[in-house]
Nanobody, 122 residues
């Protein structure tokens, strides 16, 4: 299984970015994919998650600003990030699990991408 993120960069506060995660090599019928982020000195935090049937969930810190989606034909996961704040600055990772009873907990995810950096300046 391979997960490859792209789309990170540097933006000013209030700006937008769209992250992508290209996936290959998995054959789960049912799965959950999640975007995590980790800022220096902080724990990895789950921000948005989506199931194979399209159900979504967001962390309170990004609700109303971030949107997770997937293109099954392209096997690609997306994270549209609007109204970005300096506190959104972090390395962003996509992760895949066949089963995650606590969807935003990183320990349930076996497959991870290499990460893409997002920096938001004030």
């Amino acid at each position: 299984v391979q997960l490859v993120e792209s789309g990170g960069g540097s933006v000013q506060s209030g700006g937008s970015l769209r992250l992508s995660c290209a996936t290959s090599g998995y054959t789960y019928r049912s799965y959950r994919m999640t975007w995590f982020r980790q800022a220096p000195g902080k724990e990895r935090e789950g921000v948005a998650t989506i199931t194979s049937d399209g159900s979504t969930m967001y962390a309170d810190s990004v609700k109303g600003r971030f949107t997770i989606s997937q293109d099954n034909a392209k096997k690609t996961l997306y994270l549209q990030m609007n109204s970005l704040k300096p506190e959104d600055t972090a390395m962003y990772y996509c992760a895949l699990s066949a089963f995650a009873p606590i969807p935003l907990r990183s320990s349930y995810y076996k497959y991870w991408g290499q990460g893409t950096q997002v920096t938001v300046s004030s």
